[in-house]
């Protein structure tokens, strides 16, 4: 069943509401096979379409929404609440819950993503045996003119959202939350993915805010609140010899509060052929957070495959300018970059970062660059 409308343009659009098509919004009662109709519907839809999820709940098991389509102007119009199941084992074995690969042109507006993760975090943080890595809430796959759109996400397994293999991806007006001590909970994780924009999200969780993994290019981040949660960071990379890099990152307008990182750049101690170039990190607000500007060469977790080692990834041309605030961590500045290649035209410009209402430390290992108008702590580059 579907209700046709015509469009200011006298283009023919098409609805397909899911309650029509079956499912129910008891938040029991599994919905999936009503959702994949109404995409299957939207897909073939010689014109645009949209699916509407009317308010309630409807619990969905890992569901995939692929393509190609011959539509390239779908719209999901979200009011209720989409629910994982609250055994962690129905999906905690498949990557993604909800996941879009192949399409173009969907757009995604407001509704609740609840991952009911919690069951899983607490199996991880106890004995840790037998639990299932978890799903991430939401992914785009290799897929293009991507919106995103007042979405709230709450209690992932894993990561919130993933976007990867993706062109032109616009995401705004994200609220994200999970407990600060929720592991692998990242908020907005993107990799390999070109002409991406994240403005005016709110992000709370147990890892980082926003991660940018190998082959991110012409990113755009702005009006971010971060926290709890472990910053926004660049990497981990180098963990493989063969990487794509990360350039033409700029990061902007962000607070953090009582995180573990503020801007962050992060590289694993091995030999990789990665990169990072032309990154701004630009007003920046520094609520307690514990290392408000770091770039770290030689994270090797439990020494594992990289010990002995120096990492590969080259870091250059990155500025820090305009940020400001509260260290809870003497050392404020923090570039502890690679041996074998150090760190290049790094650039700090107009910083003020204070520890406990006195003067922080800034700490340089392979690290050259040059500063400019106040810089608090001073440099030393």
Known sequence: ?????????????????????????????????????????????????????????????????AGECKNSDINIRIEGTLVAPSDYNVIGKSEDWIKFEHVNGVSIYGGTLDGQGAGLWACKSGSGK??????????????????????????????????????????????????????????????????????????????????????????????????????????????????????????????????????????WARQSNGFVKNVLFQDGTMNNAENPIIIDQKYCPGDDNCPNQVSGVEISQVTYKGIHGTSSTQVAINFDCSSKKPCSGIILEEVDLTYENKAAESSCTSADGSSYGVVQPSSCL
């Open 130 to 267: 037998n639990c299932p890595s978890g799903a991430t809430s939401l992914k785009f796959g290799n897929s293009k003119n991507i919106a995103i759109q007042g979405l709230l996400s709450v209690n992932s397994q894993k990561f919130h959202m993933h976007i990867n293999e993706c062109e032109n991806v616009k995401v705004q007006g994200l609220t994200i939350t999970a407990s600060g001590n929720s592991p692998n909970t990242d908020g907005i994780h993107v990799s390999s993915s070109t002409a991406v924009t994240i403005m005016k999200a709110n992000i709370k969780t147990g890892d980082d805010c926003i991660s940018i993994g190998p082959g991110t290019t012409n990113l755009w981040i702005e009006n971010i609140a971060c926290g709890p949660g472990h910053g926004i960071s660049i990497g981990s990379l180098g963990q493989e010899l063969n990487e794509q890099g990360v350039q033409n990152v700029t990061v902007k307008t962000v607070s953090f509060t009582g995180t573990q990182n503020g801007f962050r750049i992060k590289t």
């Open 1 to 65: 069943m579907f209700i046709s409308a015509t469009s200011s343009r006298a283009s023919s659009s098409v609805e397909y509401n899911v309650v029509q098509l079956g499912a129910n919004s008891d938040g029991k009662t599994d919905c999936t096979k009503s959702f994949l109709q109404a995409w299957t519907l939207a897909c073939n839809s010689v014109s645009s379409a949209t699916i509407s999820v009317p308010s309630g709940r409807y619990l969905l098991k890992n569901i995939v929404f």
